[in-house]
């Protein structure tokens, strides 16, 4: 910390100040202009509450809502990494059909907004795949049950199971679209010489991208994919207008309820920015081993 500032220059002392003042004019004008009173010291008691009759902490609609969204998260990146990397293995593929069929879904949805593909996704195959599993009457059977922590240790409350689903699947399909690009680009940067020489021995297609081609691929592809995975978390805001209960969409409940607008969306904002530059940090500390290994 002594040593920035040290380098800091007097431009540098110029922008804070007149950071600060922009600030400092925003926030009296907040509650000057538009009479707002501030009511911060409530706010830790949406993140974690007290139950004065079973007298223990609870996790509150903002921590409810922030748990949800690491989930949804963790869930869609595996399953957009399965999806996006048999995509990216079809782009490359030497049969014109399947190359143009995977070309033109991550076309589409690279120049569809998010907005639109969300809702084309949840109401024409999401929804539609829930209703035929019955996954709604299962989940509510499973709430139903004693014993269910491991259950709601992974997916949270179970009668909330089916839209928690919901926000995997369209997640995961629109994100796989960028996935499959990666790895695409990953697959088409290892040396025409190694797939010779592989096909020279003997090894048959699936044996070359199995051996030689995606263990390479795959290791130069880790940063991007794990710059989309931080940009999966920020995305996955767009699936509260589906109604999945994430930080994003419990955001809006508390301030419907509270009007606590700016309180409610800075908070909201705050636990974005820590989730994501602390996975940004931890990934870029972890490549700068991985490459000082090599």
């Known amino acids: 910390m002594r040593s920035f500032i040290d380098r800091m220059r007097w431009p540098d002392y110029l922008i804070v100040a007149m950071l600060i003042a922009f600030f400092g004019y925003v926030w009296f004008t907040i509650e000057g202009t538009l009479n707002y009173k501030w009511r911060w010291e409530l706010i830790p008691g949406y993140i974690i509450g007290y139950h004065s009759g079973r007298e223990a902490y609870f996790a509150n609609i903002l921590l409810q809502g922030l748990a949800a969204t690491i989930r949804i998260s963790i869930y869609a990146s595996i399953l957009a990494l399965v999806l996006g990397t048999i995509l990216g293995v079809a782009r ?27 809702f ?13 599993l019955d996954l709604a009457r299962w989940s509510r059977n499973i709430a139903r049950q004693e014993g269910i922590w491991l259950w709601e240790l992974f997916f949270g409350d179970m009668r909330r199971f089916p839209s928690i689903i919901s926000g995997v699947i369209v997640l ?10 990666i790895v695409r680009a990953g697959i088409q940067s290892i040396p025409k010489g190694q797939r010779e020489a592989a096909r020279s021995i003997g090894m048959s297609r699936l044996q ?7 263990p390479q691929a795959m290791k130069r592809v880790v940063p991007p994919l794990a710059n989309q995975f931080i940009s999966l978390i920020k995305d996955s805001s767009i699936i509260s207008l589906i109604s999945v209960q994430e930080l994003t969409y419990k955001t809006v409940e508390l301030v419907a309820s509270s009007r606590m607008i700016f309180e409610a969306w800075i908070t909201t904002a705050a636990f974005y920015f820590v989730v994501c530059f602390g996975l940004s940090r931890l990934f870029s500390r972890l490549e700068r081993r991985r490459e000082g290994q090599a």
């Open 92 to 118: 490359c593929s030497q049969n014109l059909t399947v190359r143009m069929l995977a070309r033109t879904y991550l076309e589409l949805l690279r120049n569809i907004p998010p907005v639109v593909v969300v």
């Open 120 to 132: 084309i996704f949840f109401f024409f195959l999401s929804q539609q795949l829930i209703d035929a």
């Open 172 to 181: 995961a399909l629109f994100e796989s679209a960028f996935v499959g690009e």
């Open 208 to 214: 070359e991208l199995r051996y030689i081609v995606l």
